[in-house]
């Protein structure tokens, strides 16, 4: 009988223990911190010359690999690969001596004159429709640069849209003057 009044109080314990309230503070997990990504724009001799975000303490290798590797033509002695590359720096990749860009698009021809302000379209409230008239811009770029500015909200200047990917400083040449963001 003594064992079962032991026994007895034995579950009793068991239960209180296991049903009673935790003490203390619960554990939070958070995400692990992640720096700012550097931005850097790299042009020359690339294949996809462009504005490219790179991890804090990236290398020339790793911008000129984000833009393809070197082109064929490309002058490569002068370039240290192993050099850190700092926020909004400008890597110019320069060509052999003698060559030069290959330009496969044909050259747009510049209007005689400026077109009227209502000509414009205003990148900051355009439809893909109107964002596909602009040369050099298709179905996927105009998505993007609508994604962009739903993101990122209203384009400040006409220069921004060079921002969106896929939108690199050639686009924005044969584009600026059809283009707005003011009313």
């Known amino acids: 009988m003594a064992a079962g009044v032991l026994f007895g109080l034995f579950?009793?314990?068991?239960?209180?223990?296991?049903?009673?309230?935790?003490?203390?503070?619960?554990?939070?997990?958070?995400?692990?911190?992640?720096e700012k990504p550097i931005?850097?724009?790299i042009s020359g001799a690339v294949p996809r010359p462009g504005v490219y975000a790179l991890a804090q303490g990236s290398r020339v290798q790793?911008?000129?690999?984000?833009?393809?590797?070197f082109l064929a033509d490309a002058e490569?002695?002068?370039?240290?690969?192993?050099?850190?590359?700092?926020?909004?720096?400008?890597?110019?990749v320069p060509y052999k001596e003698g060559a030069s860009p290959v330009i496969t698009e044909a050259p747009v021809v510049a209007p005689t004159e400026a077109p009227?302000?209502?000509?414009?379209?205003?990148i900051n409230f355009a439809s893909q429709p109107e964002l596909e008239s602009l040369p050099g811009i298709g179905p996927t770029t105009a998505q993007k640069i609508i994604?962009?500015?739903?993101?990122?909200?209203?384009?400040?200047?006409?220069e921004d849209i060079i921002n969106v990917p896929g939108i690199g400083p050639g686009t924005y040449e044969r584009i600026k003057n059809l283009i707005t963001v003011g009313p």
């Open 76 to 92: 490569k002695t002068g370039i240290n690969l192993a050099r850190t590359l700092d926020d909004g720096e400008q890597l110019d």
């Open 39 to 41: 931005v850097v724009q």
């Open 116 to 122: 009227a302000s209502s000509d414009l379209i205003n």
């Open 62 to 69: 790793d911008a000129i690999s984000a833009a393809g590797g």
């Open 147 to 158: 994604q962009y500015r739903e993101k990122n909200g209203p384009f400040l200047t006409t």
């Open 11 to 34: 579950i009793a314990v068991l239960v209180w223990v296991v049903a009673r309230n935790p003490s203390g503070q619960a554990v939070t997990l958070r995400p692990a911190p992640t």
